[in-house]
């Protein structure tokens, strides 16, 4: 059984810090893509920021030169540093990724619980 746990939200002021994990566990033989998303009140899902196995990056453009993706493949987890944080960007935060377990087939994409951001003003 594959998962993935994020950690490290909370409550911040406005121009704070705060840095996001999430491990995959499991029977994983690989891991392809791993990705943050976000969901704000009443909003849509959207992608936040994604990372290949490769490291190569991508940010939505009202993350740009405020977050940092990272991961580290050794440990199956993926990171999201969030610096400059602003109102907005109060939101449940899942992290996704593209995941070859040892019993599947192919690869399936998995989703974790979520942790809550509050960034207050």
């Known amino acids: 059984q594959v998962q993935l746990v994020e950690s490290g939200g909370g409550l911040v002021q406005a121009g704070g810090s705060l840095r996001l994990s999430c491990a995959a566990s499991?029977?994983?033989?690989?891991?392809?893509?791993m990705a943050w998303y976000r969901q704000g009140p009443g909003k849509e899902r959207e992608s936040v920021a994604t990372?290949?196995?490769?490291?190569?990056?991508r940010y939505a453009d009202f993350v740009k030169g405020r977050f940092t993706i990272s991961r580290d493949n050794a440990k199956n987890t993926v990171y999201l540093q969030m610096n400059i944080l602003k109102p907005e960007d109060t939101a449940v935060y899942y992290c996704?990724?593209?995941?070859?377990?040892?019993?599947?087939?192919?690869?399936?994409?998995?989703w974790g619980q979520g942790t809550q951001v509050t960034v207050s003003s």
């Open positions: 996704n990724a593209d995941i070859f377990a040892v019993t599947n087939i192919g690869f399936g994409n998995y």
């Open positions: 499991g029977s994983i033989h690989d891991i392809m893509n």
């Open positions: 990372i290949a196995r490769s490291g190569t990056t």
